[in-house]
């Protein structure tokens, strides 16, 4: 059919300039942190002896599902090092980028009813996916040029212009592999969740297909190459510098694309391939509450949350077994998890492993308690989202009290920090006693003390939780700057091995500075009494100032 | 209080330094259908989320039930039903879930009721709500207030995203609602909908009640536009009674008229040879416009001009 693509140029035009913040953004973070951490391995690890070491460390299967093949052993450059451990995560962030960037300009479009106004005018019935197609394109090269370009610039000795061209090209194309495969699911799901959700549902698979493969001894090549992620790794970036797997994306990303515009061509606007199937014609007993609803909006969030927990704490308890090794000896790496210098100056080869598995497991409690105060916040800020999208006066309306109503969403909120919590723990424990053998694993890693150091920081988590509360109800429209607080707790916890960076009264500020951290020192439970205290009272003035407020619309 | 259902009493509502209302005076009966029309953006909405206690007055009282709209919200809210204008439903619930937890807030839910209303009003309730139109969201709200058993229905420009079978379904469903003399306070822009709906009419404009009664009272909103062109030149129209805004057109004259006077309007112009004869109900804006435009210009020349 003829015409089917006119007008394309001034929609990508249009796209383009929809894109100049977001895109910017997103471009300058995985470029510019690319470019930070590279200088950084060179620090860390200074001589060719130390990468051979940690390079062995690297060399065991659940280090390799996690991360890729090791390339360039024996002569392990920074290069080579920097490219295995940080290719496939960067391939993977540019991914996310190319999904939303892809559905928010074709299903997203078309569901919010902006795609019918373009196609209404003298526009060709495939422009919008092509230009959707062409724009990414576009940022996508913006960024692998950024990248080689900025890699090459930091003048780490091993990383050269070629190669880190590559690095940047491979990102580029995996980038838009993710690309392809969101335009083809826009086409197959009729709405923007849907083509969202299983873009990053086949991003997941690729991952665990190259795991997969990569886990295997001798490793499976053939099997990690259906995988794209897996297939651009095997360029061995620094090392080789292998080019087909350049051509073999270029050819995989034609292919997804071409299938993408044959559904598009023909399909009617709106519809998609997956029928939308029906849902219930009566709703379940269970609904039919204030807090029912509360529990339905947010069952989602929280178990996605909680699988997440569980495999990030079953993730660092597989790596529990090889610690002392993963860490290694660099004095940089042992005072970032919090280890004193007069602690690593007396170490012993005999008490290395004990001392650095406690230490490691109090850093990543620290870490993981601020990953699971994410969904936390998430349930508590969710009146006030139902809030300003005019939902809440549905409810509101009916009979239900400001207290009532806000209640069920605080209680989720509070039982959900006990769930995410446990679910670390737990996940933790399975995974150290299923690689290490009950009997193998350190005593504080044992599932009792997990839990106590774990349950530990729950008043920490009800502090934030109380704050949350009280800007819900005293600041509606300034309560996005929880999200501020929140990173301010992150920083202050990441630079917590770094006590000389800042006064000592700024990290007082968050309430993770007042908790013991077990098991090197014991619980302290007049802090915890105090900490639950603040929050109770957080708490109480948030429903105070939440009862006697008018709703906030916008 | 008395035995209105609903009343308000200088009722001022102020976001910052711009306000929203001032001095709002209303009453509705018992077993009245109210209608509170004006313009968009004249202060209705801000009106019926004070009644309903969701918004704080500033100054002056809101009342239902002769209780108080903010102390008493929760006991109020037992006995009303409320339709928003604009319905925001979750995404992920489906239409018949979300008319169940909306009745069931309320009350045990009429299983017989619901039905014979989702029938009526053409709505799929195994539908998301997110695949819904905005004229669909209304549905599911609308079939949620009509079936749940309240004493007022507070109805927010509850047509606007209807087509005019579904119009003429609501304005059946207030029709029972009102026989079984329930109260029903509405807000509106569509006079038309008013006209054939209310017993009493107040209309707000830039934040005040500018009249209520009944439509009888206020003539001026029953008025009808006449276009019309005559063989012979029309003259002496200006003196029958219920004539006013007399304009010359390309070929003939456009006025408007009362309603009761088309009869003696009619036989007058029948004199000169009607050709052409076309009439239609203004836009509320128009009537507006017309209406109050002598006392804009003369005391709000801030204000005045829109």
């Known amino acids: 059919m003829r015409g089917n693509f006119t007008n394309t140029g001034k929609l990508v035009k249009f796209i383009l300039r929809r894109e100049r913040i977001i895109s910017t953004v997103w471009i300058l973070i995985i470029v510019l942190f690319s470019m930070v951490l590279a200088p950084g391995i060179n620090t ?511 | 209080m008395g035995n209105f259902m609903l009343e308000t009493k200088d009722l001022t509502k102020r976001f910052g330094k711009f306000t929203a209302l001032d001095k709002v005076n209303l009453q509705v009966k018992e077993g009245e259908v109210f209608g509170f029309i004006g313009p968009n953006g004249a202060g209705k909405t801000t009106t019926i989320r004070c009644l309903l206690g969701i918004l704080q007055a500033t100054e002056g009282s809101a009342s239902v039930f002769g209780l108080d709209a903010w102390k008493d919200a929760v006991e109020i809210h037992k006995r009303i039903a409320y339709v928003p204008g604009d319905v925001n439903l979750w995404a992920n619930l489906t239409g018949g879930e979300v008319i169940d937890l909306f009745v069931s807030l309320r009350q045990k839910s009429d299983k017989e009721k619901r039905e014979k209303l989702i029938k009526k009003f053409e709505l799929d309730p195994s539908k998301k709500c997110r695949t819904y139109s905005k004229g669909n969201r209304q549905k599911v709200a609308l079939v949620a207030a009509f079936a749940s058993d309240a004493d007022l229905y507070i109805l927010d420009e509850p047509t606007s995203g209807l087509d005019p079978l579904m119009e003429q379904v609501f304005q059946e469903c207030v029709g029972e609602k009102k026989k079984e003399g329930k109260s029903i306070f509405l807000s509106s822009h569509i006079l038309l909908e008013v006209e054939k709906l209310c017993d009493r009419v107040g209309i707000i404009r830039e934040g005040s009640v500018a009249q209520t009664g009944t439509l009888d009272e206020l003539r001026f909103l029953t008025r009808i536009n006449m276009n019309i062109e005559t063989r012979e030149a029309i003259t002496g129209l200006e003196a029958v009674s219920g004539v006013s805004g007399i304009e010359k057109t390309v070929k003939g004259i456009a006025f408007q008229v009362e309603n009761e006077q088309i009869p003696e309007v009619v036989t007058f112009i029948s004199k000169f040879g009607v050709t052409r004869l076309e009439s239609k109900p203004p836009a509320l804006e128009e009537l507006f416009m017309k209406h109050y435009s002598n006392e804009n210009v003369s005391t709000t020349s801030a204000t005045g001009g829109e």
């Not at chain 1, 069952?299 to 610690?323: D, H, N, P, Q, R």
Request: hydrophobic fraction near 50%; include cysteine.
């Open chain 1, 44 to 554: 860390m690890f200074p001589d060719i002896e130390t990468r051979n070491n940690f390079a062995a460390t690297l060399e065991n299967p659940i280090m390799i599902a996690m991360m890729g093949p090791v390339y360039g052993v024996g002569d392990y450059t920074a290069g080579a090092m920097y490219s295995g451990m940080m290719l496939l995560w960067i391939m993977m962030t540019a991914g996310i980028m190319n999904i939303f960037l892809v559905v928010r300009h074709t299903r997203a479009d078309e569901e919010k009813g902006r795609a019918e106004v373009v196609r209404s005018l003298p526009t060709g019935r495939l422009a919008n996916l092509n230009a959707a197609i062409i724009s990414a394109v576009i940022i996508n090269a913006v960024m692998a040029v950024l990248l080689g370009l900025g890699l090459a610039a930091t003048g780490v000795e091993s990383m050269d212009l070629g190669g880190s061209m590559l690095y940047g090209v491979l990102t580029g194309l995996a980038g838009l592999v993710f690309a392809a495969v969101a335009a083809l699911f826009s086409q197959l799901s009729s709405y923007k969740g849907g083509a969202t959700g299983l873009s990053f549902l086949t991003l997941g698979v690729f991952y665990m297909v190259r795991a997969a493969g990569d886990a295997q001894m001798p490793i499976n090549n053939a099997l990690s190459c259906i995988s794209p992620l897996g297939l651009a790794q095997r360029s061995e970036v620094y090392v080789q510098n292998y080019i087909y797997p350049v051509f073999i994306l270029i050819a995989i990303i034609a292919v997804i694309i071409i299938i993408a515009f044959k559904l598009n061509s023909i399909r009617d606007i709106d519809q998609g391939f997956i029928p939308a199937k029906p849902g219930r014609k009566e709703a379940k007993k269970s609904l039919l509450s204030s807090f029912g609803l509360s529990v339905r909006l947010l069952k989602t969030s929280i178990i996605v949350w909680f699988i997440v927990m569980f495999a990030l704490g079953a993730s660092y308890g597989s790596i529990l077994g090889e610690i002392d090794e993963f860490v290694g000896d660099s004095p940089e790496y042992l005072t970032v998890i919090g280890i004193p210098e007069e602690i690593v100056e007396k170490m012993t080869d005999a008490d290395k492993k004990e001392i650095i598995s406690k230490y490691f497991g109090v850093f990543i409690t620290s870490m993981m308690t601020l990953v699971g105060l994410i969904p936390v916040i998430i349930a508590a800020m969710k009146p006030r989202n139902e809030e300003k999208d005019n939902r809440a006066e549905h409810i509101l309306a009916r009979g239900i009290s400001r207290t009532k109503y806000l209640f069920g969403y605080v209680l989720i909120a509070y039982i959900s920090s006990i769930i995410m919590q446990c679910a670390t723990a737990v996940g933790l424990y399975l995974s150290a006693s299923s690689v290490a053998g009950e009997a193998g694993i350190p005593e504080s890693f044992m599932l009792g003390s997990l839990l106590k150091s774990y349950l530990s920081y729950l008043p920490a988590m009800w502090v934030i939780l109380g704050f949350t509360i009280l800007v819900i109800g005293l600041l509606p429209k300034a309560s996005g700057m929880i999200w501020g607080y929140y990173g301010f707790v992150c920083f202050m916890s990441f630079i917590g091995g770094f006590p000389d960076l800042l006064p000592a009264w700024v990290a007082k500020i968050s309430p993770m500075s007042y908790i013991a951290k077990v098991p090197l020192d014991d619980i302290n439970f007049t802090n915890l009494a105090l900490l639950t205290g603040l929050a109770a009272v957080l708490t109480a003035l948030g429903f105070f100032h939440y009862r006697k407020r008018d709703l906030v619309y916008h």
